[in-house]
């Protein structure tokens, strides 16, 4: 049986190359064409409205916007369907921004929170609690201190699977209730916020269970001691398999065991050489490793004449699996490569970096953020 035109026009739009004789539908007009002939109730093999199937597989709100008919479809109730809700778009005080009243929320799978936007952190802790199906948050320069205490009371199971926060002025309450409450989390990222006391606050809820799932957590900049991340590791540690650490005072770290962990970076924490072997010890499946920045250098002094450099160097652990490893500004010398290189034992060509040119008197390194920008 044939299809109707407006349907085989969409088959067309879907893959099926267009007949020889026939030019090529316009892609525009033919959707226009199937949303005119198709009931806007028409019942779907997902339970989903079929204008939200539609704008899915069209990727672009502009649809919306060519006519009347166009917009009533991809609605309900006198609410659009969205997908991402993005204060950041406009970049400027005067927006626009995408009012509450006005979308479904149930199907947004997106959030993106920035310097403006929402007046008020209740109204973005209205907003995140009102899409609950979102798997994604991203804010950047958006003003959310005291967001946990907002989300606390109303004890949301949040389905994100990843999370970033940049200069958003969270402190620990906050960041403790969006880990505890983010069950489903795959990755984490958290860059200039003030979370010292970060494992104080995850202790005090006893909902912050240990759960599986989280693969990537970056934390730069975030003032954390060492018995922050310890905590947040016990909880979330098992299935990392990228940590990245920077700017921190970790001095004294100890670690649960991360079989899965890949990639590891402890860039300028304040980590003695003790500090390494051990972190290092639960990590069997490294590959790439970063420690820039801490003075190992310093234990090479020690006073305990058993302690010599050579000593400390044959404690590191062996690391079978591990392609790159970086030492710089750790105030060790070529001399020590051949030594860190027999230690490790990685794979036959790894890619082991030691010196760096630094000026004597800099005592803090702070290297540049892996976390892209979009």
Known sequence: ASLPGSLASASAMQGDAPSAKRPRPVAGLDLLEMIATLP?????????PVGLLVLRFVGSQDIAATCRAALDWLSTGGRRFVFCVDDDRGRCPKGPFASLERLVSSHVEGIRL???????????ADLILACCNATALRCVYAKLTGLGAWLEPRAPVLRWRAMRFHQCRLQPH??????????????ADFCGEALAGLGEELRARPYARARE????????????????????????????????????RLRGLRVPRMPKL??????DCGLTRADAVQVLAQCPGLEELELCGNAFGDDCGSDDEEDSSSELER???HLPALK??????CGLGA???DNLRNSLVGQPDIQLLVSVETSPALRHIVFDDSSDEE
Do not use: M, N
Request: charged share 30%; net charge negative; proline share 1%.
């Open 174 to 187: 906050d960041a403790a209730e969006l880990f505890a409450r983010a069950e489903a989390l795959e990755s």
């Open 324 to 329: 790159c490893a970086d030492f710089r500004a």
């Open 114 to 124: 920035g310097r403006y936007g929402r007046d008020s952190v209740q109204e973005c």
């Open 315 to 317: 404690r590191w652990p």
């Open 213 to 248: 799932g989280l693969r990537s957590l970056e934390l730069t900049d975030c003032g954390l001691v060492s018995g922050d991340v310890a905590t947040l590791l016990q909880l979330r540690g098992a299935s990392l398999e990228t940590l990245r650490i920077q700017a921190s």
């Open 40 to 48: 806007k109730d028409l019942a779907t093999a997902s339970g989903d």
């Open 262 to 267: 890949r990639r590891l970076a402890l860039v």
């Open 335 to 337: 001399e020590h490569e």
